[in-house]
């Protein structure tokens, strides 16, 4: 198990089978899998994601569905994956030492990875346009950027909050790509994981920037709004984009506050930190977890839960009229799924489970259900955004949100 003193001090149990890099991707992967698997579930729900999201639609019946194509991406990196790592395996059987020296071939295929997921390459016939979208996108999201309604801003805006999730996956990343080329002649990216590689303040700002990208597209939303007020009063006055922007600050004080206090921990003698600093971080963990709880229902999903419409007769207690995604139930046990994933973090309180959660299965654990969880989250954003897009229009795939100026939806994302 993780800790174990029998084992190579340079590394833990978990990694000795699977190592750092190998974590990334498979994380990244896992994403692949859970987009198409969104994608396949809300088409069958009847619910136009590509509409939704401004991507092409298929011109022929003899193409391969959206959800089809993004499965056969997601089996080609599976397959690559799982190749280097039973390459890995039988080259490091284990070894500490082997597992060291052999960190180039995760390396490797993190290299193709990356590769096969963000190039555009024409002869690999896998989600050829997909790709290059992905790829147009990131670079517009990558300083903040926000597409216009037409141009498919709701795909910016679901890309970005995916990123959110990813946030420690991308640190680890990072971390990976350090200890490989920055962390001295005996550096290597399977050892045990050195998160403080390039200084104290790389990582968390890594960490910090999935919500920096988000907090400036709810800032462009807000001088939209506000630009176009003047030539429509009803338009409002975009107060919720600084609302939501206000919810992506909230991750801020979280990562640097953490980031203090185990700085703080490294000189303190007894290694428990300043007690000042843990309690303003356990306050910030919690405004960020329950504020984003409450966005994640109220505002995302359009549910009634906070409402004073939530026992209106028309509906399920504390839901909405229209649900196409499941039955009310399922609503139910994923708003409780929600806010107890949006409070993993509170397993450091205990003493106990404060040193289980520094092991790297459980780094990987929790990595693993943030993933799980955006994934949850983007069936019923979805749903959200058709319904509001669908709403007494005659033309349902080509409705937007934001087209509806004067809506009561107008100033929500």
């Not at 298929?58 to 193409?63: D, I, K, L, M, Y």
């Not at 984003?292 to 026992?311: C, G, H, M, P, Q």
């Not at 299965?361 to 799980?372: G, K, T």
Request: aromatic residues 12%; hydrophobic residues 50%.
């Amino acid at each position: 198990m993780d800790g174990d003193p029998a084992v190579d001090p340079r590394l833990d149990s978990f990694s000795l089978t699977f190592p750092l890099p190998f974590r990334v991707a498979f994380l990244v992967i896992l994403g692949v899998w859970g987009w198409g698997v969104n994608l396949h579930f809300l088409h069958i729900r009847r619910i136009d994601v590509p509409a939704l999201i401004r991507y092409p639609a298929r011109s022929s019946p003899a193409q391969l569905s959206h959800h089809h194509s993004t499965y056969r991406l997601a089996s080609l990196l599976s397959t690559c994956t799982a190749v280097f790592l039973v390459f890995f395996w039988l080259c490091t059987r284990r070894d500490p030492q082997s597992v060291i020296d052999y960190d180039w071939i995760p390396m490797i295929n993190l290299a193709v990875l990356f590769g096969l997921l963000l190039l555009p390459l024409r002869r690999i016939a896998v989600a050829h346009s997909g790709r290059s979208r992905l790829l147009w996108m990131l670079r517009r999201i990558s300083v903040g950027g926000l597409a216009e309604v037409k141009d498919g801003k709701f795909a910016d805006i679901l890309l970005a909050d995916a990123l959110t999730s990813y946030a420690k996956v991308l640190a680890d990343l990072f971390v990976c790509l350090c200890m490989f080329f920055f962390d001295g002649p005996n550096g290597s990216a399977t050892a045990r994981p050195d998160r403080a590689c390039g200084g104290d303040i790389l990582v968390p700002l890594i960490m910090a920037v999935p919500s920096a990208i988000r907090l400036r597209q709810c800032l462009i939303e807000y001088v939209r709004v506000r630009r176009a007020q003047f030539r429509d009063p009803s338009v409002g006055w975009g107060g919720q984009h600084l609302a939501n922007a206000t919810k992506y600050a909230t991750a801020f004080p979280v990562i640097i506050l953490a980031t203090m206090l185990r700085n703080s921990a490294k000189v303190d003698s007894d290694g428990d930190g300043s007690p000042g600093l843990y309690r303003a971080w356990v306050l910030a963990c919690l405004v960020n977890s329950l504020y984003s709880f409450y966005w994640d229902v109220a505002k995302d999903w359009d549910l009634t839960l906070f409402s004073d419409e939530r026992a209106a007769p028309d509906h399920p207690y504390g839901l909405r009229r229209r649900l196409l995604v499941h039955k009310p139930v399922v609503y139910y046990v994923v708003i409780a799924m929600d806010l107890l994933l949006r409070l993993t973090w509170t397993v450091k309180l205990s003493a106990t489970m404060d040193r289980i959660a520094d092991f790297e299965s459980s780094i990987f654990l929790l990595q693993f259900l943030e993933v799980f969880r955006r994934w949850v989250w983007i069936f019923f954003r979805v749903e959200t955004e058709w319904i509001r897009s669908t709403s007494g229009a005659d033309d349902a795939s080509l409705i937007l949100l934001g087209e509806y100026q004067g809506s009561k939806y107008e100033d929500e994302d």
